[in-house]
């Protein structure tokens, strides 16, 4: 067990340095990530300018995970939504580069927010629809995943939750970025 831990930190590169970022870049950083925090709570679930690369990214899921089968290709949409900027992330902190990693996994978390909208649309489904398939045949992947799994009736709960994590991880995304500011070890001049 120690060996797959240990080959784990080396392949993640955890035991290097994260390359140097300069105060004035992880100030500004901060300041873009304080004024869409607030952006995105002024918008109280409503649909974000960065939801416009979402909703591509989530279509792709499923016309990329069909070959699966439908299960797979109803769910697909949200895993390649969520796992594309999680990939990013942890590549990034493969390469030990702050902003970028920083950049990406925080995205990752506000894809939670998305989610966190069309889940708690299952029941009401006043969403609008988008599909890459037959404009006839237009499914609301939450309300059919949720009747699936016999919790439809608790779509806003779900809902919740995940982007209560969404906010969650967005925050603590910001929080360790500020610490690092504060780390003068690893900033360049």
């Keep these: 067990m120690n060996e797959f831990v240990d080959s784990a930190v080396e ?5 290097e340095d ?3 970022v300069s105060r004035w870049a992880i100030g500004a950083w901060l300041v873009f990530y304080v004024v869409f925090l607030l952006y995105a709570f002024r918008m109280q679930g409503g649909y974000l300018f960065i939801d416009s690369a979402n909703l591509v990214v989530h279509e792709g899921g499923h016309l990329l995970f069909s070959w699966g089968g439908r299960t797979l290709c109803l769910w697909g949409g949200t895993i390649l939504q969520w796992a594309v900027p999680f990939l990013l992330a942890a590549y990034f902190f493969h390469q030990r580069q702050v902003a970028a990693f920083v950049f990406c996994l ?7 927010l998305y989610t966190a909208t ?6 009401a489904m006043v969403l609008p629809l988008v599909t890459t398939g037959d404009s006839d045949f237009v499914e609301h992947d939450w309300n059919t995943i949720f ?3 016999g919790v439809l009736q608790y779509d806003t709960t779900i ?4 982007r ?3 906010w969650c991880g967005m925050l603590a995304c910001v929080g360790w970025l500020a610490a690092r500011a504060g780390n003068s070890d690893s900033l360049s001049a």
């Design 11 to 15: 392949w993640f590169g955890a035991r």
């Design 18 to 20: 994260w390359r140097p």
């Design 106 to 112: 925080f995205f990752f978390f506000e894809n939670w």
């Design 118 to 123: 069309y889940m708690a649309d299952a029941r």
């Design 147 to 149: 009747s699936s799994l």
């Design 159 to 162: 809902a919740a939750v995940v």
């Design 164 to 166: 209560t994590l969404g």
